[in-house]
């Protein structure tokens, strides 16, 4: 059960934590990339532990990985928008 617990207050956590700091020192490409590395990690031992499947972990870290490119993208967009409109 504690599992569980992690991928529902950790791993938003996680995500956004390394999205927003990574975001300050203008690395785009690093923060999905460690959510999706640091969670499955969490994938491949969690199912060593206890006796639980790891196609549900797995499939969680896929849907976090895929918030923080959406998250990446969104403020990487939007910088990129606003040196265009201070250049004109």
């Given at each position: 059960m504690w599992e569980i617990i992690v991928y529902i207050v950790a791993a938003p956590l996680l995500t956004l934590f390394l999205t927003i700091t990574a975001m300050k020192y203008n690395q785009f490409i690093l923060p999905p990339v460690i959510v999706f590395v640091v969670l499955n990690l969490f994938t491949i031992f969690v199912p060593m532990l206890t006796n639980n499947?790891?196609?549900?972990?797995f499939s969680r870290a896929i849907i976090f990985t895929i918030g923080s490119v959406l998250l990446c993208t969104i403020i990487w967009t939007g910088r990129i928008f606003k040196r265009i409109r201070a250049y004109k």
């Open positions: 499947e790891w196609q549900p972990l």
